[in-house]
């Protein structure tokens, strides 16, 4: 059984790891600079983004993850920016992803925000698969533009 709540501090640990899963999966092993410590702080100190996990009732291990924060439009208004989704290989093809990607849209409607933004990368065709069959509006009019500091 797998029981989806709010991340509560003491998960970034198992969150980061499973961060850097994803780093991997997305082929980019050494990008990920965040630390643990740095998302207990955003999570829990800051609350400028938030988490919702989903756990293993059994064994109490995290076996998925959704990152959310609110952003703003000049055209729209109040937004909400899903950073990530990542499920455990071990645990894909159960519905987990699912239920994170539906407990975010639970969280933009209860927030009233105007839309819900994510990336998803040109080649993972399973993802790409997911946010069809969830009736995303998957543009490849825009490029994204990034600063790194």
Known sequence: MIIYRDARPGDE?????LIVE???????????SNTASA????????????AIVAEEKETNLIIGFSLYYF?????????????????CE???K???GQVLFDKVIVE???????RMDW???????????????????????????RYFF
């Open 13 to 17: 640990h198992r969150i980061h790891q």
């Open 22 to 32: 994803l780093a991997v999966f997305e082929r980019e092993p050494l990008a990920v």
């Open 39 to 50: 998302l207990n702080l955003h999570l829990f100190v800051e609350k400028i983004c938030f």
């Open 71 to 87: 952003s703003y439009s000049t055209w729209k208004g109040i937004c909400l920016y899903l950073e990530d989704i990542y499920v």
């Open 90 to 92: 071990s645990h894909r």
């Open 94 to 96: 159960l519905g987990v």
């Open 108 to 114: 933009a409607r209860k927030n009233k925000v105007a």
């Open 119 to 145: 990336q998803v990368l040109n080649w993972n065709q399973s993802a790409i698969n997911f946010y069809v069959k969830n009736n995303a509006d998957l543009s490849d009019e825009w490029l994204n533009g």
